[in-house]
């Protein structure tokens, strides 16, 4: 009977314990959040089987005396696991010897006992007031901790991830999102990567060379809206020597150097101009080639 419970009670540790390397595992959180509650969750997994142990360590100390002494094997005949394990935890004198701490008052029937009070609580409160001590100290004498900083700091965290956020959302641009930029940083930023990775088959000054065409004319072989030219540049045409750069640049970058294109080269006046190659694009094709447009569809039918 003893050993089937000592058996028991160790499947129980070990279920526990390889329970808790699971859940250690899964504190690969996204954000400090995430990874607060799984510590946490971790805190408690720990707290549960630490208490198990110290049961599962008593109960066995308690079945080794037994073995030992033919008084405590009488003794632990008579109580069972359990309620010796209430016993410990709670301190309380047994029904039978409940005299021995009768206060002597008695109301309708109701008698008063002395009992002490029961160790896993008196402890816990011992606990709360160290802890008590040790949070007042901390928090409102010794650190220079306030709410308001907490706050700040909260809130200046929160502005970083909008932040990045935003940041990311510049980068989530495509070939369906992608809008001619306008802002002269964005066209200065586009001037700087042209400059950097396109002169050397366009020309410093997009007006073409032996390799790459004219960009500052109104003819493209790929088509001259903002979408197109960010198509060719994100794919390339790798056949005929244009670079894909959906590796190299990023969305953000792609739609600044298109931008760039279009909204400075375009127009300007090269130095030694390539003759037009491609189609002639002007705007009002593209709107053709949008039927959901609904006010172009209405013009198409008068
Ligand atoms: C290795 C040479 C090379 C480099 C570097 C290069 N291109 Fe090109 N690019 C070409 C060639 C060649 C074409 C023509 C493709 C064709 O004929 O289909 C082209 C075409 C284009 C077109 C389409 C033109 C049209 O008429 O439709 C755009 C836009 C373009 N390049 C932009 C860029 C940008 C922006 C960069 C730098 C980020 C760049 N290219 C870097 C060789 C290059």
């Not at 900083?149 to 965290?157: D, F, G, K």
């Not at 495509?174 to 990567?193: F, Q, R, Y």
């Amino acid at each position: 009977m003893n050993t089937l419970r000592n058996k028991s009670i160790l499947f129980l540790t070990t279920l526990l314990l390889s329970s808790l390397g699971a859940s250690a595992q899964t504190t690969g959180g996204v954000s400090e959040q995430d990874l607060l509650l799984a510590l946490i969750a971790t805190m408690i997994v720990v707290a549960l089987v630490s208490l198990l142990l110290v049961i599962t360590i008593m109960v066995l100390v308690r079945q080794k005396k037994a073995a030992l002494t033919p008084e405590a094997a009488a003794a632990a005949a008579t109580t069972s696991g359990w309620s010796w394990l209430k016993e410990k935890l709670t301190d309380a004198v047994p029904v039978e010897k409940e005299s021995s701490i009768d206060m002597g008052h008695n109301y309708d029937g109701i008698r008063e006992l002395d009992n002490n009070l029961p160790p896993w609580w008196k402890y816990g409160f011992y606990a709360s007031i160290v802890f008590a001590v040790l949070y007042f100290g901390y928090y409102q004498m010794f650190s220079d901790w306030s709410s308001e900083q907490e706050y700040v700091a909260a809130m200046q965290e929160h502005k970083e991830v909008r932040a990045a956020y935003l940041a990311r959302q510049v980068d989530m641009v495509n070939e369906e999102s992608v809008t001619l930029l306008s802002d002269a940083a964005g066209i200065a930023a586009g001037k700087t990567i042209f400059q950097a990775n396109c002169v050397a088959c366009h020309g410093a000054d997009g007006g073409g060379n032996a390799i790459g065409p004219n960009l500052t004319d109104q003819y493209w072989i790929h088509g001259g809206s903002i979408k197109n030219v960010f198509t060719t540049i994100k794919y390339g045409v790798l056949e005929k020597g244009m670079t894909p750069w959906q590796d190299i640049l990023k969305p953000g970058e792609m739609q600044q150097v298109a931008s760039y294109i279009l909204g400075e080269l375009q127009g300007s006046s090269p130095a030694a101009p390539k003759a037009p190659q491609g189609d002639l694009y002007t705007p009002e094709l593209e709107k053709e080639e949008a039927p959901d447009d609904s006010t172009s569809v209405a013009l198409a039918v008068q």
